[in-house]
């Protein structure tokens, strides 16, 4: 096994780090701590990196691996954790498969990260996940939730609701949809749904329509609409049947839909 060695500027950094139980530190803040130069400290970072005892995220952005992490520096600090340090001064929240995890709507144990933001990020993957960024125009509403010590936004769980309909691929499908929406019918705010559905798209709210006469659990009054909309854009594109209601090419059977319930 060959044998990682570690020079006094490395030692001091890490004793540094490793005293202030750092986590996500930043090029500027490990300068700042450690009294370096931007060149020294990104010598410093490239080399510790090289020798796993930082964990690159993206740019200028590292993860501390403590001496506990091992030889391999390998870190399993749970990836929401991240997300706030991750997004600081930024527009977001965690949204589809992360959050119907957190919010104990679905029983998949997600391994990637979504995060819905109003800034350019490039996807990346850390700590064995993937964290991926879903760019949008305007941000939906969201709430903060306690991850550890630390909090992160997180979309609400009617927004969530909205989203999954809107990009079903992102969380599993509609089939997903349809199993969170279920979930959540006790919990949700009914008319805060029905009002931020309003401003959705209208295949949104063709989706959520046709899902909840399905479930019989809300009745919508359907609008007039233009044209159809494949109910799962994300599956196959062949017609099972129609919903004239809702204006719907049905490509996703009802069996299909509620066949978790079975379980």
């Known amino acids: 096994m060959q ?80 997300v706030p340090k991750l997004m600081e001064n930024k527009n977001y929240y965690v949204g589809f498969w992360a959050a119907l995890n957190h919010y104990g709507l679905t029983e998949q144990i997600p391994i990637t990260v979504q995060i819905v933001t109003t800034s350019r990020e490039r996807s990346f993957e850390a700590l064995q996940s993937r964290f991926e960024f879903v760019q949008v125009r305007k941000l939906g509403e969201w709430r903060e939730e306690k991850i550890g010590n630390k909090t992160a936004r997180f979309a609400t769980i009617e927004q969530l609701i909205l ?66 909309r494949w109910l799962d854009p994300s599956s196959s594109k062949k017609k099972t049947g129609k919903s004239s209601k809702w204006g719907l090419r049905l490509n996703v059977s009802e069996k299909e839909l509620t066949e978790w319930r079975a379980y």
Do not use: H
């Open 163 to 228: 989203d999954c309909l809107a990009l079903p691929k992102k969380s599993g499908g509609t089939k997903e949809a349809c199993k969170a929406l279920w979930n959540a019918r006790k919990r949700m705010d009914w008319q805060k749904l029905q009002a931020l559905a309003s401003e959705s798209t209208d295949a949104v709210q063709r989706r959520l329509g046709y899902l909840c006469d399905l479930l019989a659990i809300r009745k919508f009054k359907a609008k007039k609409f233009a044209g159809l």
């Open 3 to 82: 044998k990682i060695r570690l020079g006094d500027m490395e030692l001091g950094a890490l004793f540094v780090l490793e005293e202030a139980e750092a986590g996500i530190i930043t090029l500027a803040e490990l300068a700042k701590k450690l009294k370096l130069s931007r060149v020294q400290t990104w010598k410093l970072a490239s080399r510790l990196a090289r020798k796993r005892r930082l964990i690159r995220l993206k740019r200028g952005i590292y993860l501390f691996a403590p001496m506990k992490a091992g030889r391999k520096g390998l870190w399993t600090e749970d990836s929401l954790v991240l």
